[in-house]
C-alpha cells in the first residue's frame, strides 16, 4: 500500500513540483537498441540460415508454437504442450505445409512433427555438442520466421533443473485444534479448482483420495505429487454432514497468479513452466508463441528448445543435453 | 518461505512510464562512429560476429567481479535487490525498496549468506535509497562510475534477483543499451522486473551506472535512478535523511522549474506569485549555487530548498547574460495545487 503511494506521490511530484523539461531529451534512435530493427544485420548470411531451420505451427490459422528443422526430409522438434492440435507449419518464406504428430515425449515436453507434404529438402539445425557449458553472459538468438525476425539476449542465470509445481485446488487451509475435526477451509479462491468443485469456507476435510488428512502439510505433500488436472477426492465434513466433492486441480499459474503483480506486468507466459530436468535461463524478449523453436549461438548452432516463457524476463531452454537422447531414439526410424 | 517481491515495483508503473516515455522523442542524435581502432562496444552497432564476441566476453569479465556484490534486500513485505560499493557494507538501492530510514532489512548475498542492514536515506524524488551492514566485516564491492560518464547508446548489463532471492538460479543478467539518460533518471532496454528494484546497472566497464527503479508495460525501457543522483547527494543520503514528498509540502519553496546543464540548473519556468518570482529570477537564469554549494542537479536543489523551514533565508548565485547575480531569497510556504 505504501508502495503504491509512493508511486502516486511520485507521479504528482514529477508534475507539479519539478516539472519536465520543455525540451524533446535525446533518446537512442531504434535503429541502435539491442533487438532493433537492424541489429540482425550483424550475423550476415548467417541470419537467412537461421530463419530457414525455424518454422511457425499454426492450429486453425493461429500461431501457437514455434519448431526447428531436426531433419532434411521434414521433421521438426517442438514444444509438445504448446504445439497440441497443430496443424499446419509456415516456412521463412511464408509458404505453409500440412503437419502431423509422430512422437510425444510428455516429461521432457517434446513433440516430433512431420510435414506430410513435403518439398524434397530442409535445413536442419546444427546442434551444439552435448558438453557445451553455456554461461552467464554468452548471447543466445531467437528466430521467429512468422515474425520474420531474430531476437537477441543473454543466458541470464546458472542452468538447473526446474522442479514441479504440484496441481492446486486454490484454497487455504487451516489445521483445527483436534486433528478429528479433519482440515478447515478458511478461504477458497474464486474461479479456482477447489471453488469449481464446490468446496467452501468452513468445510472440514477429512479425508483426500480416501486417506484420513490430519497436517496441512500432509495435503500439500500429496498434491505435490499430482499434477494439474488430476482428479482427488475429498471426503469433506459440511455443517455435520458427510459429503464427497470431487476437484479437478488446477495450474498454481492460475490460481495463485493472478495475484501476483509480476504476472500482471509480464503478459502470457506459458501454462507449462515447470518440471524440466535441466534449463538455460536466457532473458530473450519473446511471446509465448516462439517456445518450440530454437535458441541459437551467434555462430548458429542450435543450444535447445525455447521451452517456457515464465515472466517478462525469464524463458527457460531445453538444452541439447537433455533433447538429444529422445531426439536420436525418434530419429531411428528416419534414416 | 522467501518473501513475495511482489511489493517492490509499484503498480502504478504502466502510469508512471507512459509520462515519462512521451518525453523520450525519437530524435536521431546517437554519433556515426565507424572507427575500426574502436572497441566493439564504441561503435554505432556491433559490425561483425566477431564484435559480439568481443562485447560477450567484456561483460563475461565483468560480470564475474561484480557479481558477488549483488544482494537481495528483504522485510517482511516485500524484498528487492542492492548493490555494495563499500568494503564496510554500504549497499546502493532504491528508496522504495528501503521506505524509510532506520529500518532493519535483511541481506541475502549470493551464497546465501544473511547480514542485517539498516536502510540509511534516499530520495523519493528519484528513487535513491542506502543501507549500511551492521555487522563489521570485509565485503566485496562494486565501484561506481564517475558522474557524466554514462551516456545514451551506451552497452550495460543490469543483474538483481527478480521476484526474489533464488539460491539455485543465482542473481539474474540482463544486456542492453541505454537508450535515454535525462535528470535523475536512466533509461534502458535492459528488461526487469518486480524483485529488481535497487538492484545495479553496470556500465561495460563494470562500473555501476544506476539503481534500478520503476518497469514500464512495454518490457524493452525501464527506468533506473542515475548514479549522478546519489554522487550529488552522497552525504545527505548517508546521514539517514530521505527526501519524501511531505518534506517537499512542509519544508521551504522557491517556485522555479529548472533543467540540468553542464555547470549549474537552468530555469526553464518561473511559478508567478512565489519567491522566485518576488526575488527577479526569470527563465533561463543558470543556478550556480545555493548558500555557497554548488548546484549539480536539480534534485540537489530540491533537497536544499526544502530541508529548510518556510520563511528562512537563502543565498543564490546565479549567471544571467554572462553576469554573476547573488540573491538572498526568503523561502515561502508551498501551496498546493488544485
Not at chain 1, 242 to 261: Q, S
Not at chain 1, 303 to 315: H, P, S, Y
Request: aromatic letters at 6%.
Amino acid at each position: 500500500m505504501k508502495l503504491v503511494f509512493l508511486l502516486l506521490s511520485f507521479l504528482i511530484g514529477r508534475v507539479s513540483l519539478v516539472g519536465e523539461s520543455l525540451k524533446p531529451a535525446d533518446a537512442l534512435a531504434p535503429e541502435y537498441r539491442l533487438n532493433g530493427p537492424s541489429f540482425g544485420e550483424v550475423l550476415g548470411t548467417a541470419k537467412e540460415h537461421l530463419l530457414q531451420s525455424v518454422v511457425g505451427l499454426f492450429r486453425n490459422e493461429k500461431l501457437i508454437a514455434h519448431g526447428v528443422v531436426v531433419h532434411p526430409q521434414g521433421l521438426l522438434l517442438s514444444k509438445a504442450s504448446s504445439s497440441v492440435g497443430a496443424g499446419m507449419i509456415q516456412s521463412s518464406q511464408g509458404q505453409t505445409f500440412p503437419i502431423r504428430i509422430r512422437k510425444r515425449d510428455e516429461i521432457k515436453d517434446l513433440a516430433l512433427w512431420q510435414i506430410t507434404s513435403s518439398p524434397p529438402l530442409w535445413r536442419a539445425v546444427t546442434w551444439k555438442g552435448e558438453h557445451n557449458q553455456t554461461q552467464s553472459g554468452s548471447w543466445v538468438i531467437s528466430a521467429s520466421p512468422s515474425l520474420e525476425e531474430l531476437k537477441f539476449g543473454v543466458v541470464s542465470a546458472t542452468s538447473r533443473p526446474i522442479g514441479r509445481e504440484g496441481g492446486v485446488m486454490g484454497v487455504l487451509l487451516e489445521e483445527s485444534n483436534s486433528s478429528d475435526l479433519g482440515i478447515e477451509v478458511v478461504e477458497v479462491l474464486p474461479q479456482a479448482a477447489g471453488d469449481r468443485a464446490g468446496l467452501r469456507v468452513m468445510d472440514r476435510i477429512l479425508r483426500m483420495d480416501g486417506r484420513p488428512v490430519k497436517t496441512v502439510e500432509y495435503i500439500n505433500r500429496m498434491l505435490q505429487n499430482k499434477d494439474p488436472g488430476d482428479l482427488v477426492t475429498l471426503l469433506v465434513n459440511r455443517k455435520d454432514k458427510e459429503i464427497l466433492l470431487r476437484v479437478t486441480l488446477g495450474h498454481r499459474a492460475v490460481a495463485f497468479d493472478l495475484f501476483n503483480r509480476n504476472l500482471l506486468m509480464s503478459g502470457p507466459v506459458s501454462k507449462r513452466k515447470d518440471n524440466f530436468p535441466l534449463i538455460i535461463q536466457q532473458d530473450l524478449p519473446l511471446q509465448k508463441e516462439i517456445m518450440g523453436g530454437g535458441l541459437f549461438d551467434i555462430h548458429g548452432h542450435c543450444l535447445g528448445i525455447n521451452i517456457a516463457r515464465v515472466d517478462r524476463v525469464t524463458n527457460y531452454t531445453l538444452p541439447t543435453k537433455v533433447i538429444l537422447p529422445t531426439l536420436n531414439m525418434w530419429l531411428k526410424d528416419w534414416p | 518461505m522467501r518473501a513475495n517481491n511482489s511489493g517492490c515495483f509499484p503498480s502504478k508503473t504502466g502510469r508512471v512510464a507512459c509520462l515519462l516515455t512521451s518525453l523520450a522523442i525519437f530524435s536521431p542524435s546517437y554519433g556515426q562512429k565507424q572507427n575500426n581502432s574502436v572497441s566493439a562496444w564504441e561503435k554505432d552497432l556491433p559490425e561483425s560476429i566477431g564484435d559480439l564476441q568481443a562485447i560477450q566476453n567484456q561483460i563475461q569479465s565483468k560480470l564475474q567481479m561484480v557479481r558477488n556484490t549483488v544482494v537481495s534486500v528483504e522485510a517482511e513485505d516485500g524484498a528487492g535487490s542492492g548493490v555494495l560499493v563499500s568494503a564496510d557494507g554500504l549497499i546502493l538501492t532504491a528508496a522504495h525498496v528501503i521506505g524509510e530510514s532506520g529500518r532493519k532489512m535483511d541481506v541475502v548475498f549470493p551464497n546465501g549468506y544473511v547480514a542485517e542492514a539498516l536502510s540509511l536515506g534516499g530520495s523519493e524524488l528519484s528513487d535513491a535509497g542506502m543501507l549500511k551492514i551492521i555487522e563489521p566485516g570485509q565485503w566485496d564491492y562494486a565501484p561506481i562510475a564517475l558522474a557524466n560518464k554514462s551516456g545514451v547508446g551506451d552497452w550495460c548489463f543490469s543483474l538483481g534477483h527478480p521476484s526474489g532471492y533464488n539460491e539455485k538460479r543465482g542473481s539474474v543478467l540482463r544486456v542492453g543499451r541505454v537508450i535515454h539518460k535525462k535528470e535523475e533518471t536512466i533509461q534502458t532496454d535492459c528488461r526487469l522486473l518486480g524483485g529488481d528494484s535497487g538492484g545495479p546497472l553496470f556500465s561495460i566497464d563494470g562500473e555501476v551506472i544506476g539503481i534500478h527503479s520503476r518497469i514500464s508495460q512495454s518490457p524493452e525501457d525501464n527506468f533506473h535512478t542515475s548514479i549522478e543522483s546519489f554522487l550529488s547527494n552522497w552525504e545527505f543520503f548517508l546521514n539517514e535523511e530521505l527526501h519524501t514528498y511531505v518534506a517537499m509540502q512542509k519544508g521551504g519553496f522557491l517556485g522555479v522549474l529548472c533543467e540540468e546543464f553542464q555547470d549549474g540548473l537552468q530555469v526553464v519556468e518561473v511559478v508567478p506569485e512565489t519567491p522566485a518570482e518576488d526575488a527577479g529570477i526569470r527563465r533561463g537564469d543558470l543556478f550556480r549555487k545555493l548558500d555557497g554549494i554548488p548546484l549539480d542537479t536539480r534534485e540537489k536543489l530540491s533537497i536544499l530548498v526544502s530541508s529548510k523551514p518556510p520563511g528562512s533565508f537563502v543565498v543564490i548565485d546565479y549567471l544571467r547574460d554572462g553576469k554573476e547575480i547573488s540573491v538572498r531569497i526568503k523561502l515561502g510556504e508551498r501551496f498546493v495545487k488544485e
